[in-house]
């Protein structure tokens, strides 16, 4: 059986308040049998770690750096990160892609700097809509997939398909449209390793909100979601918690 998860990705939003508020919260409404992940701001790690240690509550970083230490000033490695309670990060978001111009090598080498220190990456992936209407989106998820495959094929890792339209925008790929990706992305790992693919949590990302979660969350190689703007309210993230459990 596969895990399934819920990420929140706060990006950059919340407040120490607001992480006092929303831990203790959540960690309440856990149950183990899908796991829940919050994403807090990196200043609020160790805050929301100290307040969910009690509970099956996970805490995720948004971000990691590839190396173990160094003179980089501003960023902070996977070991530091595990030092603070947290059990994930993700890597490789497309705001980190577009934005601070992440190659496919570069979040390979931050999901293997966490692997090493004990930190379970969320991988993600996902095409933009000109390459979606230009029928490329197997092709640049290949290509995204490809050194992860060889690199960690055989370490725990979540992978999140995140098609960059979706994000932020509202328009969610449909149920139908995710499992398509979904399904071809379980088979380009089983392809690599039968027992890989069975195992690895393919997790939706994209304008998922409590009215569509369900629907998503129904579909067969859909493990979970990664959840943006609806997960800043706790009550609409528990929403669309309950409609995995
Ligand atoms: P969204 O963001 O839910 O606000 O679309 C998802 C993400 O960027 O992970």
């Known amino acids: 059986m596969r895990r399934k998860l819920v990420v929140a990705n706060w990006k950059m939003y919340g407040s120490l308040m607001q992480c006092r508020e929303a831990v203790p919260t959540l960690a309440k409404a856990v149950d183990p049998a899908v796991e829940l992940v919050l994403c807090p701001p990196a200043p609020y790690l160790g805050t929301a770690s100290d307040l969910a240690s009690a509970s099956a509550l996970h805490i995720g970083a948004q971000d990691v750096a590839a190396q173990k230490e160094g003179a980089f000033t501003g960023e902070w490695a996977a070991p530091m990160l595990a030092d603070v309670g947290c059990r994930y990060a993700i890597v490789g978001h497309s705001e980190r892609r577009q934005r601070h111009a992440e190659s496919d090598a570069d979040v390979v080498a931050k999901a293997g700097s966490c692997v090493e220190a004990g930190i379970i990456p969320i991988v993600c992936i996902g095409e933009t809509e000109q390459e979606r209407l230009a029928g490329q989106t197997e092709a640049v998820l290949a290509r995204q997939l490809g050194p992860l495959l060889e690199a960690r094929g055989r370490a725990d890792f979540v992978l999140a398909y995140e098609p960059v339209w979706a994000i932020g925008t509202g328009r969610s790929a449909t149920p139908e449209m995710a499992q398509e990706v979904h399904a071809f992305l379980r088979q380009r790992l089983?392809?690599?390793?039968?027992?890989?693919?069975?195992?690895?949590?393919?997790?939706?990302?994209?304008?998922?909100?409590?009215?569509?979660?369900?629907?998503?969350?129904?579909?067969?190689?859909?493990?979970?979601?990664?959840?943006?703007?609806a997960s800043l309210q706790t009550e609409s993230l528990l929403a669309i918690y309950r409609a995995m459990q």
């Open 190 to 229: 089983a392809q690599v390793d039968a027992a890989l693919a069975e195992k690895v949590p393919l997790l939706y990302g994209g304008s998922v909100k409590p009215d569509n979660s369900a629907a998503l969350f129904a579909m067969p190689d859909i493990d979970g979601g990664l959840i943006g703007s």
